[in-house]
């Protein structure tokens, strides 16, 4: 069984930077893919990226390209996710996820999640 859990989240202006990260429990973190989703209050929890187990691709939803960037140090057993150029509209608890090989955006594709860290983003 794997356990995630999530840190990083706070509260910031817009245009500012967060980094946040994952710690995975077990000695098999590296051969699973990790994502991370997002849900803010009222909507759906959506994709927001993912990274392949071996850390060599990754996929981005179209509205954080260029803005966030999803990495993975297996060594360490963590993934994390940094965030620049912060909008409010990525206001959201963010949670991270994992599954066994392949990257996938579906949240039912997952089979691990941690519990979440909120971000606020003030305009």
């Known amino acids: 069984q794997v356990q995630l859990v999530e840190s990083g989240g706070g509260l910031v202006q817009a245009g500012a930077s967060l980094r946040l990260s994952c710690a995975a429990s077990g000695r098999t973190f590296s051969n699973y893919a990790m994502g991370w989703f997002r849900q803010a209050p009222g909507k759906e929890r959506e994709f927001v990226a993912a990274?392949?187990?071996?850390?060599?691709?990754?996929y981005y939803k179209d509205s954080v390209k260029g803005r966030f960037t999803i990495s993975r140090d297996n060594a360490k057993y963590t993934v994390s996710l940094q965030m620049n150029s912060l909008k409010p509209e990525d206001s959201a608890v963010y949670y991270c996820?994992?599954?066994?090989?392949?990257?996938?955006?579906?949240?039912?594709?997952?089979?691990?999640w941690g519990q979440g860290t909120q971000v606020t983003v003030s305009s």
């Open positions: 990274i392949n187990w071996s850390g060599d691709r990754t």
């Open positions: 996820a994992a599954r066994i090989f392949a990257l996938a955006t579906k949240i039912d594709a997952y089979d691990y």
